[in-house]
């Protein structure tokens, strides 16, 4: 990780959870981190906490990806603070409790727009400003899920998340039609203790899920994303699956 020492990097729902954790591992290896969340109190919060740590940086921003402009506004806060961007981390993803014979359309829309749509739009204006920065070696970071790969209990989630996983692969084909050295990898983890799967079930059926099932940590996934990063520049990790040692399943509300 030594090549990233200074180098600048965003980092999507970066105030809890994973994303929390990915930010502490960054700063921990001396990056600059602006990580983005509709909770700009807990941004701030773990910012003091990490900035009297060091060796890194955290400069946070309020931003809700369903909001085209929010990102935009993100983004162009990153140049004019750095003038450049080296890792774009998109973490960010939600999940709701509903399926197609009696979902809710609003809800529907409110997945894909974080999921699919706000992660283009990241996607996009991150290649920009690292051509901005004249980077031809930085990395983009998507995150999937084991529902990337097969569809559990959400269809409508699963189904932004193959879209995701193939939005990935298609950045990869652009970037490389371009002859850019700029990588793309998806990471796909399987179920993680967070807050995650009880604001998509609910408290108690998300204390049951991972009371019941093998379970990864935060910090296991942010390890997995600096060894992504670590990755010498001529190699590029397209897809990595993480799951938990005993895994079976992808359908937690069985």
């Known amino acids: 990780m030594e090549r990233w020492n200074g180098k600048v990097a965003i980092v999507t729902g970066g105030s809890v959870g994973i994303g929390k954790a990915i930010v502490q591992k ?3 290896h001396g990056m600059k981190v ?10 701030n919060e773990n910012a003091l906490e990490l900035n009297s740590k060091g060796p890194g940086e955290v400069f946070p921003y309020k931003c809700d990806l369903t ?4 990102i935009l506004k993100m983004f162009d806060f990153t140049r004019q603070k750095f003038g450049v961007l080296h890792a774009c ?3 960010a993803a939600m999940a709701k409790n509903s399926h197609i014979l009696t979902g809710n359309t609003q809800d529907w ?15 996009r204006e991150a290649v920009k400003l690292m051509k901005h920065g004249g980077v ?15 569809v559990g209990d959400k269809p409508l989630y699963a189904a932004s998340k193959f879209a995701g996983r193939a939005l990935t692969e298609g950045l990869r084909m652009e970037l490389n039609a371009e002859k850019s050295h700029i ?13 995650f799967a009880k604001r998509a079930y609910g408290e108690e059926q998300g204390k ?10 935060a910090e296991d996934i942010a390890n997995t994303v600096v060894h992504v990063l670590s990755a010498p520049a001529h190699v590029n990790v397209n897809e990595m699956i993480v799951t938990p040692t005993g895994q079976k399943s992808v359908d937690f509300a069985k």
């Open 67 to 70: 909001k085209e402009q929010d």
């Open 208 to 217: 049951r899920i991972y009371g019941t099932n093998p379970c990864l940590n």
């Open 109 to 123: 829309k409110q997945v894909f727009d974080v999921n699919v749509i706000g992660m283009c739009i990241c996607m």
């Open 89 to 91: 981390i998109n973490n």
């Open 26 to 28: 960054l700063v921990e």
């Open 183 to 195: 990588r793309s990898t998806l990471l796909a983890p399987g179920l993680v203790s967070t807050e």
């Open 34 to 43: 602006v990580p983005c969340a509709r909770n700009l109190e807990q941004l």
């Open 136 to 150: 031809d070696d930085g990395h983009i970071i998507n995150f999937g899920s084991v529902v990337s790969y097969k």
